[in-house]
């Protein structure tokens, strides 16, 4: 389970605490809907959860390990919504995929091509095999998306939390990009925290859905608690 537990943090010294005793617990297998206004705070509980901001306090741990205890590529993933922005404009699809893996950049671009039949083929899967030797500009913005989140998994993550991945798409690109990634969950037991402004969208998506509010402390109170940083 990824238990992200009594979290604090704020972006500087005089700025205000934007997480204040949040905690959350995400099951393997499972689609959690993490909702509230824009500001509110859900990308910097998403990239603390994801072990790329450090908490002021409280802990982040996966299977009762702390997150920063893990070797390798960390078990909980980070996909953002601007998948252009992830990745080289000039390598081809399949480098892109390849970079997540270890190895020279051959052998990693042949296991993409591998796994990529094997698994993602076009009925199913995230990846289509004829898009690999395009360029990121020569697919949708929905296909780009899907390869960002192939990219993700490629790693083996137990946990991806996912950032508003599907708000730049429209809704029939959404309802696509978010079955093929049910499909990756029931099919691997990953456990996706999925962010969003659109709670409609998480009702659809999600097994539950929780409000940034009720996850953390009253504000009135986090000063006290909250150390200094
Ligand atoms: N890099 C940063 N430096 C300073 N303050 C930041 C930074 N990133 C976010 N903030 C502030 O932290 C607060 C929470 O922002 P955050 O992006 O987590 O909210 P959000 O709920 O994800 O919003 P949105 O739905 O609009 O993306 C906001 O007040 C924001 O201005």
């Not at 005089?14 to 905690?23: A, E, I, M």
């Not at 429209?170 to 309802?175: C, K, L, N, P, S």
């Not at 859905?209 to 200094?228: E, N, Y």
Request: glycine share 8%; hydrophobic share 40%; proline share 7%.
């Amino acid at each position: 389970m990824l238990v992200a537990d009594d979290l604090s943090y704020r972006y500087s010294r005089r700025s205000p605490w934007v997480l204040h005793g949040h905690s959350l617990q995400l099951r393997p297998g499972r689609v959690l809907g993490l909702q509230g206004p824009s500001g509110s705070g859900k990308s910097t509980l998403a990239a603390v959860a994801a072990g790329l901001r450090t908490p002021a306090s409280g802990t982040v741990t996966v299977d009762g390990r702390p997150l920063a205890s893990y070797a390798g590529p960390s078990p909980v993933q980070l996909v953002l919504q601007h998948p252009e922005r992830a990745m080289n404009p000039r390598w081809r699809i399949r480098d892109v995929l390849a970079e997540a893996l270890p190895g020279s950049r051959r052998e990693a671009a042949a296991q993409v091509s591998a796994r990529v039949e094997a698994e993602w083929d076009a009925h199913h899967g995230l990846v289509s095999p004829t898009w690999l030797d395009r360029y990121p500009h020569e697919v949708s913005g929905g296909e780009l998306q899907r390869v960002n989140l192939a990219r993700a998994l490629l790693t083996g993550p137990k946990y991806l939390v996912a950032d508003e991945i599907s708000a730049s798409l429209d809704a029939i690109t959404q309802t696509v990009l978010w079955h093929r990634l049910d499909h990756e969950v029931a099919e691997t037991g990953l456990g996706v925290l999925a962010v969003s402004h659109d709670r409609a969208l998480l009702e659809q998506v999600a097994d539950e859905v929780l409000d940034f509010a009720t996850l953390g402390d009253v504000i009135r109170s986090a000063p006290q608690k909250a150390p200094t940083v």
